[in-house]
């Protein structure tokens, strides 16, 4: 039912789902989210003390050096923490965190401070889309804290550098990355654990692959966006920075070989269909294990830019990453806070985005899959913004799916779905003053793609866009948000027709259970 209450409670709901998990019509899996599917980050054994490689904590001199030394080092020794004592540190230059296993640990956001001195243009240089605007790219890209294997790292700044405006993601560059593995046989249903394949041999328990599927005659866009019958009369041939986005790349890990048959560590997100080509293949190298913690990140205060005229104020970026984490790290007077770029099971815990107005708070794009946003605040803004800044808050697009942010309170933002079809993500447990504007450009697709969950979300100021989804967002699921109404941003459908979604509970957040992700988290142990 598509915009009016129904007549089932959300237990029934719920029940619906326990009865169903991994193909339910309405409501994504998530219970695999996080750092390895959601397992607490560890605590690794301090192995170099920032102060030791040179580092000076009362901000008389560049410490980014000292820091990024005392990383290498225990990089090389195969992972550890490097300790960043109590103190305000000048960071002049990009820190970056690109090997396995390292977690650069402060002594908590209120004691350990990294006050960034120079925006990322300053340092690396101009950075434009590479669809050929005069938008500067640090509006979406990079971080003064970059969690980055360090042979994905080097060609995309030298990349930049050169003007040859890079592609962010899992391949690569210019899309060379990755060799195959073997072709997937055949076909299997969405939530399918076990797929065949053409040949085994290559492939191996715990092996990390990418599975590409490709598009064929727009089948695998309007499968995303759920088949709707509005699919089919939707103009996809126009929308040429959405098509770019293909093939559609989900990292997996392999759990169990057996002859041609492969288990996989997750279920697979979408169906697999002979036409569109699914094989497994390497990918450009990841970076895994690595975490940030008690670490506040200050920018060097200038205003609030122009939309899309960052200048790369931005805080802590994950780009090609694969099991990381940050906890207890808190951005202020940023361009953009925390950026999930071609990322797969991130977990950010205890964040926190204050200060100056910011473009995005949080952004997670370009494929990035099964991330986990877990109790962060974004504070309204120390002052306004100039007229023409951009204000999007919860970012996600560019085709990624089965994300989470729960337990969050916005002062003062936006749940930005930002076009580039990204589908089946929940935001569960969240209060919003619910201010701004999501963003996308007209090429890039559809808003929402299928399985979109908002459950539980108390809206204080009453503004119903892009919470209400029901009306908008193709099988989607709205449970238990407070009374709104229609006013600022309102959406049409991407699609005609009959959208399938379902609307619950409607002006109540009394509901059980109360947080989705905890609930299928449970589910998954049980």
Known sequence: MTGTASAASSASLWQEFVANPYNHPQIPNVAYAGYRTGERPPRRPV???????????????????????????????GGGTVFVPPGRYRIDDIIRIGYDNVVLRGAGSSKTTFCATRSLEEIVGINRSRYGSENSAWSWSGGLVW??????????????????????????????????????????????FVVTVENGRKLRAGQRVLLRLDD????????????????????????TKLLSYFPFLWPVKVEWVRGNRVKLAQPLPLEIRPE???????????????????????????????????????????????????????VQDVDNGFLLVSAKGISL?????????????????????????????????????QAG????????????CGNVWTRGRMDHDVFDTHRGLPFANVRTEITINNVGAHGGSADAGPLYGARFAHWNVTVTNQRAGNVRIDQVAPCSATVAISEVRDFG???????????????????????TPRNLYDAQKRLRRS
């Open 47 to 77: 192995l170099a003390n920032v102060l030791f490689f040179g580092a000076r904590r009362d901000g008389s001199a560049d410490a980014a050096p000292a820091i990024n030394k005392a990383i290498e080092f225990v990089g090389r020794l």
């Open 147 to 192: 969690v980055c294997h360090r042979d994905r790292y080097q060609p995309l700044v030298d990349a930049i550098k050169a003007r040859k405006w890079p592609f962010e993601g899992w391949t690569g560059n210019e899309l060379e990355q990755g060799s195959l593995l073997t072709n997937v046989s055949g076909s299997a249903a969405r939530g399918s």
């Open 216 to 239: 064929s005659a727009y089948s695998l866009p309007k499968h995303m966006c759920g088949d709707v019958p509005g699919t089919a009369t939707y103009q996809w041939d126009n929308k």
């Open 276 to 330: 569109w080509k699914a094989r497994l293949t390497t990918m450009a190298p990841v970076v895994t294990g690595a975490g940030v913690e008690g670490i506040k990140i200050e920018m060097f205060k200038v205003p609030t830019p122009k939309h899309l005229q960052d200048k790369g104020y931005n805080g802590l970026a994950f780009q090609c990453a694969w099991d990381c984490w940050a906890d207890d790290v808190h």
């Open 349 to 385: 815990l205890n964040t926190r985005v204050s200060g100056r107005g910011h473009h995005h708070a949080y952004a997670t794009r370009e494929q990035s899959h099964d991330n986990l946003t877990d109790g962060f605040v974004i504070e309204a803004p120390s002052e306004p913004s």
């Open 389 to 400: 800044a951009g204000n999007h808050g919860l970012n996600v697009e560019g085709l990624s």
């Open 489 to 511: 941003q309102i959406d049409k459908p991407d699609f005609t027709g009959a959208l399938n979604s379902r609307l619950e509970l409607y002006g109540t957040t009394d509901v």
